[in-house]
């Protein structure tokens, strides 16, 4: 072989070789591998997969039929309608209970009795406090007294002498 030749040759082969090298010395280098947590670091998160988010509340709530905390609550949103009763006040209370139509009192009562009410669907809220909870019943309420009924219970006091003359010696 020609000394030109060889020349030659031994250049384009060290040209060929020294792009290879060039190629791989300025190509860029793996990444390593991301370290593993530590299992003593206890806020290091665990590997997998994120966690779904939770989802949009489908739909609100239905109204519930116990009532058992102090409050006031919607008529048909918080609470349905109908005959709620109670046991009464809570240990050494006394029980206070409201209802109104917008925002106008229909009907209330402070007493350490047990107690049945009437919420009625054109009610807009219902208020209770020291209460014992509420259950829905929808038995009938008891009947309320009439002014006859009042004005009875009146006159036979009247007529025992109770609300007349000198009180009794």
């Not at 009562?109 to 829905?136: E, G, H, M």
């Amino acid at each position: 072989m020609n000394p030109t030749r060889v020349t030659v040759l031994t250049a384009a082969l060290l040209l060929a070789a020294g792009g290879a090298v060039a190629g791989v010395a300025h190509a860029q280098p793996e990444p390593s591998p991301t370290p593993a947590p530590s299992t003593h670091d206890p806020s290091a998160a665990a590997p997998g997969p994120a966690p779904e988010e939770a989802p949009e509340s489908e739909a609100p709530a239905a109204p519930k039929t116990t009532i058992d905390a102090d409050g006031t609550y919607q008529v048909g949103v918080d609470i349905v309608p109908g005959t709620y009763s109670s046991a009464g006040p809570i240990t050494d209370g006394v029980c206070y209970w409201k209802r109104s139509s917008n925002g106008e009192l229909v009907d209330n009562a402070l007493t350490k009795k047990p107690q049945v009410v009437q919420i009625k669907a054109d009610d807009t809220t219902f208020t209770t406090n020291d209460c014992q909870s509420w259950q829905l019943t929808n038995a009938a309420p008891p009947p309320q007294p009439g002014p006859q009924d009042l004005l009875g219970q009146l006159g036979s006091f009247i007529g025992s002498g109770i609300l007349s003359g000198p009180p009794p010696s």
